[in-house]
């Protein structure tokens, strides 16, 4: 009895370990060696004597599935419930990423103030901004003008659709080079604001949060008016704000001949750090310069960070009571199919067959379970939109990213939870005293 | 209660099954823990009831923009104000902007308008007496191991100084308390002097963040919130003023929708648990119907075996249940301990707690309805026959 004990503990420990490290290889493998796994498991049912027993033992398990749909639905919408919401937040996290990493390229570069972070505590008196655009790493147009736009980075409260509360929504005022600066920003209904006038245009993602901001209707910003003269998609994290002409700006704001920071276009990605090294020589600026794609990763580095962080803690704490529920399905199918399978044992079937037919039943039911939550995540919140608040203290807007990663990360982790829920049912089933389950009823 | 034992065997006749399914409540339940407490503390920054006397004048266009300091005697004068005070944001960054907490600069009666602040006469005359004083609340001052007297270098983000040089040095004199775990977040902030920032600060001298007005009468506060803003109407410099309350609700909904998106987690989770323990409930009541026949047979009345059955599923959520909110409390004392109590989470506390023993009973009585009324339907003679 004692040595017994002593066996299934020793048993257990093995067990878990083999489940733990077979998980750890499911959740990082990549994709082709998990079909190559498929492949050699198809194959080994086909050809060999004792795959193709394991087969039909798994048809005869899979079949009778209809008999218990009750206790197999928990497996597959236990599994569902985690995946879904996995793949939920890792598609808000890697949406918001996404709509912020778009913002920024490698050979485009802002100087703002030394110190600041974000454009909304950065201050450029006006000598420097102009300074900073003279460097030789700095495009020219035909014309010979510095492709570089002085910009100014204001708040202003308006309404959101959802709510009806005041939300912070960012006004960006630009000079006129923005245009071939941002070559990916295309006016989609109206037209651009003119030089020197009280108009604006504005975001795809910011007229669809925030009321009141529809083509020809007029917002009232420190007592002027201003009108909305047209919508501009730019596909990334400029869509959440409102652009208008840099000096109006300024003017409206009392903010002089300053502005916040200067976006340029330098002659290519390689000659960042020539001009990051070229404004840091000159006594004359007090500046820092990034990349814009450093610029925008720092921004979105953190709060992804923290959303993937909660998905995952989240989705582990779902998978344990899934596992836990998957285990008792499992058990007691094993247990309404003890005396089948000891009659299997009886006439000649070895334990491997068995085993690997509870396994892949309970995957089966896993996968579907996996599917099906990554499903309803897909048609519920693909592309969904919503905004959060940024680092210039505005509303981002972005929108769930449901992408292939992200799915197959939410499938793998499906198949883990099967697996664990299967094993140990699995190998109850290959220790089942064969006279003794015989006898059950 | 004569009955407990009868459930609890009944409970306890598949101890593995038993076992797993107390293991799926007690997940589901330690995540409603979590994430309860989460939304509590957002909530609880929102609806506090704290500040309900005090209003927060910002800038009508943003609060990122300044007010002027002229509105000080103008707002002082008006009828029902107790006191003003008025801050600014600084923006400083320590060490690493990872080290992110919010400092600002006020003025010298700030401390009069937040009571609650616990902070000692001698620290208040220190930060009065000294001009480069701070005063940080003291989760800050323990995640950072400050102690009184220690010099805390800020790096600036907005402000530079006269100079141009983005050093600035305080001097820690005080630590101030609060004791509402509501608003305790609040110990997270470091306040440093006002005169030494505007003296020093290279742009926007004479020009405030915000203003704090306290109200004599807090029936009174929508009247005095208008009267302020009157103060600035048509001007050039609009103002926008609201209790504190309502000033900080608005900030944190901009966050999102905390409370949605925790809902609907927890609808998928808790959709899950019901499945799942209906299932188990449904099978031990397949299980036993010949034993519950046999209840029957000796005299057990129809209601007393639905209600056996009843007290089964919900005993079963309930110890799951409460297994799982004490291990959510143990995780959320952890995370407080080790992050600093300005986590957003606040503790698993008396209101969590009801809403959870609530759920469990909800869970519970559903879960068992089924099975507990298939259990009071059976025919006696047909359960002993097997059929």
Known sequence: MKRSRLRNAGFLVVSISAAAAAIALLVLAPWWLLLALVAVLALWMLSTRIGRQAWSVTEVGLATIPQRIGASSVIVVGIAGVVAVLVALLAMASGFELALRQGGTDDTAIVMRAGSQTEINSVLDHDSATLVTQEPQVLRDAAGVPVASPELVLVASLPKKSTGQDANVEIRGVGERAWSLRPNVTIINGRKFGPGLREMIVGKGAREQFAGLDLGSTLKLNGQTWTVVGEFDAQDAHNSELWADNDVVAETYRRGSGTAAVTVRLTGADAFDAFKAAIASDPRLKVDAKTTRAYYTDQSAGLSKLIRILGITIATIMAIGAVFGALNTMYAAVATRSREIATLRAIGFRALPVIVSVMLETMLLALLGGLLGAAVTWVLFNHYTVSTLGANFTQVVFAFQVSGAVLSTGIKWALAIGLIGGLFPALRAARLQVTAGLREV | ?387
Not at chain 2, 168 to 186: A, E, Y
Not at chain 2, 250 to 276: E, N, R
């Open chain 2, 1 to 387: 209660m004569k009955y407990l034992q009868l459930v609890w065997s009944a409970m306890f006749r598949r101890k593995t099954r038993t076992i797993f399914t107390l293991l799926s409540v007690l997940a589901a339940f330690l995540l409603f823990g979590l994430l309860d407490s989460v939304r509590s503390a957002f909530a609880g920054a929102a609806n506090s009831v704290a500040g309900v006397d005090r209003l927060v004048t910002v800038s009508k266009i943003s609060f990122t923009l300044s007010l002027p300091k002229s509105l000080l005697p103008r707002i002082q004068e008006l009828p029902g104000v107790a006191t003003v005070t008025y801050a600014n944001w600084f923006g400083g960054v320590y060490q690493d902007p990872k080290n992110f907490f919010p400092n600002e600069a006020v003025a010298d009666n700030f401390f009069d308008l937040y009571p609650e602040w616990q902070l000692s006469a001698a620290e208040r005359t220190a930060f009065h007496n000294t001009r480069t004083g701070a005063i940080v609340g003291e989760s800050l001052a323990k995640k950072f191991h400050w102690k009184i007297g220690d010099k805390i270098p800020l790096q600036a983000t907005i402000f530079p100084q006269k100079s141009g040089a983005n050093d600035w040095t305080l001097d820690l004199v005080g630590m101030f308390r609060v004791t509402d775990p509501k608003q305790k977040s609040r110990e997270s902030v470091l306040y440093f002097n006002w005169d030494y920032f505007d003296e020093a600060r290279a742009f926007g001298n004479g020009n405030v963040g915000w203003y704090v007005t306290r109200v004599a009468d807090r029936n009174q506060a929508q009247q005095v919130a208008d009267a302020v803003d009157a103060l600035s109407a048509n001007s050039d410099h609009e103002t926008k003023t609201q209790t504190e309350q309502a000033f900080n609700a608005a900030f944190v909904s901009q966050y999102g929708d905390i409370g949605l998106i925790v809902g609907a987690i927890m609808a998928a989770v808790f959709f899950t648990l019901i499945l799942l323990t209906g299932n188990t409930m449904a099978q031990a009541v397949r299980e036993r119907i010949p034993e519950l026949a046999v209840l029957k047979t000796i005299g057990f009345s129809n209601p007393s075996v639905l209600g056996l059955v009843l007290a089964e599923s919900v005993l079963l959520i309930l110890l799951g249940g409460t297994i799982g909110l004490l291990l959510a409390g143990v995780v959320v004392d952890a995370v407080r301990a080790a992050v600093g109590e300005a986590v957003p989470m606040s503790r698993v506390g008396a209101s969590i707690w009801l809403r959870g023993l609530g759920l469990m009973l909800l869970i519970g009585l559903i879960v068992g309805a089924l099975p507990a009324r298939r259990g009071m339907r059976l025919r006696i003679v047909d359960a002993l026959a097997g059929r």
